[in-house]
């Protein structure tokens, strides 16, 4: 999967289409990842005890994960991503537009 948490990505398909936001989760079998402040849904929960407030909860739900794409953060635009090995021997992504590396594992 090409999209990790913490990430900056934007929709481009679907009821939120433009929206851009954080990735709070991944769900890499599922492939679906889940949004900041995209697909919100409501969840009606109840007090499971004296102290606790029930009612509804507006929460993000999973999307598609081919329904988002990757922000560079130097381009500022979504682009598509390639693997390229570092010179410590760890893989990185690299942005296909400008050619920055977005991150590197280590």
Partial sequence: MRIKKNDVVRVIAGNYKGAEGRVLKV???E????VEK???IKR??????QEDQG??????????ASNVMLVCPKCGEPVKTSRVKLADG?????????????????
């Fill in 90 to 106: 760890h893989s990185a992504r690299k942005c296909k537009n400008c050619s920055e590396t977005i991150d590197d594992e280590g």
């Fill in 55 to 64: 009612g509804i909860i507006e929460k993000e739900a999973p999307v598609s």
């Fill in 44 to 49: 009606h929960t109840r007090p499971r005890s």
């Fill in 31 to 34: 492939d679906r990842v889940v």
């Fill in 38 to 40: 995209v697909n919100l």
């Fill in 27 to 29: 769900f890499p079998s």
